[in-house]
């Protein structure tokens, strides 16, 4: 089963950008569907984000980072990206990265097929 790592989080000022990155061990062997970002704010459930189909590179995103947040993916590196700009206080959170369930990205959501999370990375909005 491929692995996901997730890095790039940090402590940064209102309306300054991270870029995080998903790392998967072994994409060439894997098959699947598309990979998504998701975050849980302390307190709060974990929801998804923004997420990318792996065949076409097709896109969704929440409207709470809709404009601001881009997701990418560099096959050569099994790298997907989320470029986060105009960083907002609300976006603190832990991110993690998984694969994602078809049915939900064709209703033009992103939840996840994982049944355990990696460690996440750390994002912190603060002035």
């Known amino acids: 089963q491929v692995q996901l790592v997730e890095s790039g989080g940090g402590l940064v000022r209102p309306g300054e950008s991270l870029r995080l990155s998903c790392l998967g061990h072994d994409f060439s062997r894997a098959t699947f569907y598309g990979i998504g970002w998701f975050r849980q704010a302390p307190g709060k459930d974990r929801y998804g984000i923004s997420c990318i189909r792996s065949n076409d590179g097709d896109t969704v995103y929440a409207d709470s980072v809709k404009g601001r947040f881009t997701i990418s993916r560099d096959d050569a590196a099994n790298t997907v990206y989320l470029q986060m700009n105009d960083l907002k206080p609300e976006d603190t959170a832990v991110y993690y990265c998984?694969?994602?369930?078809?049915?939900?990205?064709?209703?033009?959501?992103?939840?996840?097929?994982?049944?355990?999370w990696g460690q996440g990375t750390q994002v912190t909005v603060s002035s």
């Open positions: 998984a694969f994602i369930n078809p049915q939900y990205f064709r209703r033009g959501q992103c939840e996840s097929l994982a049944d355990s």
